[in-house]
DNA sequence: ACCTGAACACCGTTCAAGT
DNA sequence: ACCTGAACACCGTTCAAGT
């Protein structure tokens, strides 16, 4: 009947326009609001027609996080590492505000994406650039952390067993060929991870002292409050 | 048949009961995994016997997250600030390790409850009690908030209206009776609420700005790497 | 290669009824 | 006063089938 408007409305789906719909869905109606059919719904399919795109749910959430992870600025050239740090960091609030959902969405992810170790080693780069050494890095990183988001506590630990399902065992070589690759994309992230505890001869580390991430931010908050205190600090 | 069995399982359902057992079922599951009707199950009892005790799932959540803050120590007595803060503050993360799910719980809430309003009470009460000024008491509790979870921005904010749902209008009256009820039970929060814009007479405060406050934690951090830097910090 | 339709095993919550 | 049972309008995901 009307051959053209069917054309037009059928556009072929692909990964990036189920997760951009995602994405704006989850902007318009919230994060609990978002399912599947409903998103299926938007973009005039039917729920399974998603599932050539996406793995499930989880996967859909995790595309979605790339996309905000993608939206931060890269690190600012030619500056100090201090300003560096400060612009990075706000240019990534200001993302994280322009979708409230995404706080949550992070919180929520235990899988590591690309976009999201490629943001952490070029974070960890700026530092190291600055001058600081690997150890004060990786604590800088936790501490930073805590401040944009929850989710940094586990970034270095080995990735958490799911619950209800054993281990899954990787062989030696492919263990082997993956830090490989990691070490190529990511060589901040494995120069931090392979620092501490290289006296056992393990390459992946053995998660960080959580304990220790987390005193060590709050003495530094400690202390700044302190000197504010004695200075009589006011903030007109 | 066997009456007294029958009588031992029926213990009669309370909040009290259908909190703790939520709490335990959390732990046990975790939190994407607790359901009414799976709560209910484990009760022995029909999914609907828990709306007696409990409005909705949401309300369930507002009670866990009670449940949890307390278990947080009061503040210690008869010591400075900066350890009562301190020891306080690892408390409440101890609390919060105790129940993984708890985090993911705290951010989703956007009730202030009595448990959570009493806590953050006794929190800038530390803090006071330390010579504090209410500003800077205000700025600390936002900085330190987002080191122990991430819910404290918008505690002092006016109510955030329901997606959908027309804000509802109080009565004069009705709002002069809740702020001098507020007033009596959390004299500090009411005190750091009412100390900023007084100048256009509004009692309840306007939001802080984020930005301030984001900024203000950030730059306390920054500042204390540099001078880790400078000095030559390591961990070990 | 990509999309569909029906079905399964779940949800939270309403309503009217039972004791 | 407290609990029940059936029903409604949703979920995510499987499977086998269509083009």
Redesign the pocket.
Known sequence: MTPQVEVERRV??NRDRVLQAAVSLADEVGIEA?????LAQELD?????L???VE???ELLDGMVEVIVEEIDPPIRDTDWKSAVRQRVLSARRALQRHPWARQAIESRTNKTPAVLGFMDSFAGMLLAGGFSVDLTHHVMHAIGGRMWGFTQELFDDAAPVKGEAPVEVPAEVRAATVQQMQQRYPNIVAIATSRNHDDGSVVGHGCDDEFEFEFALDLLLDGFERLHERGWSSR
Chains 1, 2 share one sequence.
Do not use: F, G, I
Request: charged residues 35%.
């Open positions: 072929r789906l978002l399912s599947m059919r409903r399919v039917v729920p399974m027609a599932y050539k795109h499930n749910k989880e």
